[in-house]
């Protein structure tokens, strides 16, 4: 089992930047897959990105973040980082992290959800 509770989401201007955290709890942290997803209003939730459990050597993204946005981990910390950078309007949403046995894009292959962290980007 594992529990996960985001931080850091906010207000923040077109261009700026925010960095999102992700506890995690249980001693089985450094197994899963972490992944990153979000949720605009009307829209369905979408991946972000996502970072292997073995010190996080492999990553995919999102071609809308790309080059924007970075996803690290902690282990030792137990936690999962989604700095993201040049933020612009599109990128208001609710940001889930989730945990999952494999490195993928897929929402379904996540067993574990934190309850989210609101971002909204002002003109």
């Known amino acids: 089992q594992v529990q996960l509770v985001e931080s850091g989401g906010g207000l923040v201007q077109a261009g700026g930047s925010l960095r999102l955290s992700c506890a995690a709890s249980?001693?089985?942290?450094?197994?899963?897959?972490m992944g990153w997803f979000r949720q605009a209003p009307g829209k369905e939730r979408e991946f972000v990105a996502t970072?292997?459990?073995?010190?996080?050597?492999?990553?995919y993204y999102a071609d809308s973040v790309k080059g924007r946005f970075t996803i690290s981990r902690d282990n030792a910390k137990n936690t999962v980082y989604l700095q993201m950078n040049s933020l612009n309007l599109e990128d208001t949403a609710v940001y889930y992290c989730?945990?999952?046995?494999?490195?993928?894009?897929?929402?379904?292959?996540?067993?574990?959800w934190g309850q989210g962290t609101q971002v909204t980007v002002s003109s």
């Open positions: 989730a945990a999952s046995r494999w490195v993928v894009p897929t929402l379904k292959a996540y067993d574990y």
């Open positions: 249980g001693r089985t942290f450094s197994s899963y897959g």
């Open positions: 970072i292997s459990w073995n010190g996080g050597t492999i990553t």
